[in-house]
């Protein structure tokens, strides 16, 4: 049987991996795999092809569609007529939208605001069926992240 588990890179897994070896899983049975972490920055806007599930549309419409109601109504007293006013008042709605967006996803991605992350590292332990549940309670001791067992 195999119980593959996934850690994030600490002690932790270095206390589990001796904790399951000083229960008799060999060494050679036993296989870590560390991942590595993504080098290239996300790119601002989306392609045709790949997006990362956050509209960089949203807020703009939605500003641009108070500024140009606002705009409008105002517009009435004012000496350009009310459809000029919605109009300058949905593009600087949409304009400003744009900037306040752009503004917070550069600030979310900057490095000094992330989390850092240490890397995922997966192991996999080949072991007999009366070890699977020491095992699995000694992995779930030691935090991991998940853990399944197959069975071959």
């Not at 290239?40 to 960089?56: A, C, Q, V």
């Not at 550069?106 to 549940?133: A, G, H």
Request: positive net charge; glycine residues 8%; contains cysteine.
């Amino acid at each position: 049987m195999y119980i593959i588990a996934s850690f994030e890179h600490s002690t932790y897994l270095e206390l589990a991996i001796t904790a399951v070896q000083q229960e008799g899983v060999i060494k050679q049975k036993i296989l870590a795999v560390p991942l590595d972490k993504r080098e290239e920055k996300r790119s601002l806007f989306d392609t045709m092809h790949h997006s990362d599930g956050i509209s960089l549309i949203d807020t703009p419409i939605a500003s641009a569609t108070g500024f140009a109601v606002l705009g409008s109504s105002y517009g009435f007293t004012l000496t350009w007529g009310p459809i000029i006013w919605g109009l300058i008042g949905a593009t600087v709605g949409f304009a400003s939208g744009l900037v306040i967006n752009i503004l917070i996803q550069k600030r979310r991605n900057s490095p000094s605001l992330k989390r850092k992350r240490n890397t995922e590292v997966f192991i996999m332990i080949q072991c007999n069926e009366n070890q699977v549940d020491m095992v699995k309670k000694i992995l779930w001791e030691h935090f991991a992240l998940g853990v399944a067992v197959i069975v071959s």
